[in-house]
């Protein structure tokens, strides 16, 4: 994911703040030598490298999972004892749902999109916005709208008449 312009990138991470926000535990029998190393991107099984958290699922992927240089890998339990010796298999009953929670804690910016638009709000002065609700710029609230607080009204929305 590691591109110019993309999102910004948090951490590096420790292997077990990791484990700790996402509730998991690191395979017993995985390589223990690893587990001060830290996590410092998401990558695919195919591209991953020692310091990358990746996943596996898919049984078909098995020899692409053998075969990967990820150093951190979310993993079903049934598959742990298969993962490379310089891997570090993180076990889950979900590892594609538990990637994408490690991909909102690396690179917290992408589960927010970004302003498209610089100019102001249009609210109407009927709107009830309530306290600690987010409009970005170039968001559109209608007549009699009522927004609650902690929503958050992203640019380019259009939030019609007597929405609640």
Same mark, same amino acid.
């Given at each position: 994911m590691?591109?110019p312009g993309?999102?910004?990138?948090?951490g590096p991470?420790?292997l077990?703040?990791?484990?700790e926000?996402?509730?998991l535990?690191?395979?017993?029998?995985?390589n223990?030598?690893?587990e001060?190393?830290?996590?410092?991107?998401?990558?695919s099984?195919?591209t991953a490298?020692?310091?990358?958290?990746?996943?596996f699922e898919?049984?078909?992927?098995?020899?692409v999972?053998?075969?990967?240089?990820?150093?951190?890998c979310?993993?079903p339990?049934?598959f742990a004892d298969?993962a490379?010796?310089d891997?570090?298999a993180?076990i889950?009953k979900?590892?594609?749902?538990?990637?994408?929670e490690?991909? *909102?804690? =690396?690179? #917290?910016t /992408?589960?927010?999109p970004e302003?498209?638009?610089? +100019?102001?709000?249009?609210i109407?002065e009927?709107?009830l916005?309530e306290?600690g *609700?987010? =409009?970005? #710029?170039g /968001?559109?609230?209608?007549?009699e709208?009522q927004? +609650?607080a902690?929503?958050i009204i992203?640019?380019?929305?259009v939030?019609?008449y007597r929405t609640?």
């Amino acid at each position: 994911m590691e591109h110019p312009g993309f999102f910004q990138k948090a951490g590096p991470f420790e292997l077990n703040q990791i484990c700790e926000i996402l509730k998991l535990e690191v395979q017993p029998s995985s390589n223990s030598s690893r587990e001060n190393l830290r996590i410092s991107n998401v990558a695919s099984l195919a591209t991953a490298g020692q310091n990358d958290l990746s996943f596996f699922e898919d049984k078909k992927l098995l020899d692409v999972f053998k075969t990967s240089k990820a150093g951190f890998c979310l993993v079903p339990e049934q598959f742990a004892d298969q993962a490379p010796d310089d891997m570090v298999a993180i076990i889950t009953k979900t590892p594609h749902k538990s990637f994408v929670e490690a991909i *909102a804690v =690396i690179y #917290p910016t /992408a589960t927010r999109p970004e302003r498209t638009s610089s +100019g102001n709000q249009l609210i109407d002065e009927t709107a009830l916005i309530e306290e600690g *609700a987010i =409009i970005e #710029p170039g /968001a559109i609230i209608g007549k009699e709208a009522q927004i +609650g607080a902690g929503t958050i009204i992203s640019s380019g929305a259009v939030i019609g008449y007597r929405t609640y």
